[in-house]
């Protein structure tokens, strides 16, 4: 149980495009998702957390026109990365939890390229 | 302020030897300590849960100790293989809920044959 899904599992984008990433829970209703990012050797960066239903919270730092998340279901949220740019490179990993009270889950992770 | 730190940042082992990972938090108040195994390119696997009145939790070949006194934790992996080798986190929720994890830097581990 607790299966958390991320699709794609990779992708490679031009400068300037727009790409979307999705996060699944498999056999549960994630009522809050979490998206973070990893760079190469460093840890992981909560980016935003978003409940069901309502506007993603984001971290300090982290543009929210830029990175736009929807949760518009409980077992699905959405990372789109706008005009994506090389420093956008980086490893997404979102985790899904049943609420605040409740483990949060790892998905596999989405690596981004931007050329 | 709400800090866990590991030790060593990398370690090299040969297969079929032992190690030892460590971990000082300095969350606060505090529910539970996490340890995660993270295969390069891949989401972090939960390898074991240690609440406050635990002391020891073994999952395989991985024991865990917590010493919620001195607010330390290890993880000792028995009996390498090729296969541990993996980045290992130690993570801490905050405020005794899991919106907010506290994330250690991580142990990079390589067994070598």
């Known amino acids: 149980g607790a299966v958390v899904s991320q699709h794609p599992s990779w992708v490679i984008c031009k400068s300037g495009t727009s790409v979307k990433i999705e996060c699944r829970s498999l056999?549960?209703?994630?009522?809050?998702m979490f998206w973070y990012r990893q760079f190469p050797k460093q840890s992981l960066m909560l980016m935003a957390t978003?409940?069901?239903?309502?506007?993603?919270?984001?971290e300090q730092g982290v543009e929210k026109d830029k990175f736009l998340i929807n949760h518009a279901s409980l077992t699905l949220s959405t990372l789109t990365v706008t005009s994506a740019h090389p420093e956008d490179s980086s490893f997404y990993i979102c985790?899904?939890?049943?609420?605040?009270?409740?483990?949060?889950?790892f998905g596999p992770g989405t690596r981004l390229t931007v050329t | 302020k709400n800090q866990v730190e590991q030790s060593p940042q990398s370690l090299i082992i040969l297969e079929g030897k032992n190690c030892t990972l460590q971990?000082?938090?300095?969350?606060?108040?505090?529910?539970?300590l996490r340890w995660y195994k993270q295969d390069t390119g891949r989401g972090p696997v939960s390898l074991t849960i240690?609440?406050?009145?635990?002391n020891t939790k073994s999952n395989g070949r991985y024991t865990a100790t917590l010493d919620a006194d001195t607010k330390q934790s290890s993880l000792h992996i028995t009996a390498s293989q090729l296969s541990d080798s993996a980045s290992y986190i130690c993570?801490?929720?905050?405020?005794?809920?899991?919106?907010?994890?506290?994330f250690g830097a991580g142990t990079r581990l390589a067994v070598h044959p």
């Open positions: 985790s899904a939890s049943e609420g605040a009270a409740y483990e949060q889950y």
């Open positions: 056999d549960f209703q994630a009522t809050t």
């Open positions: 978003s409940n069901e239903g309502s506007k993603a919270t984001y």
């Open positions: 971990c000082n938090y300095t969350v606060s108040p505090f529910s539970n």
């Open positions: 240690m609440t406050f009145s635990e």
């Open positions: 993570v801490v929720p905050l405020s005794g809920g899991y919106n907010k994890l506290i």
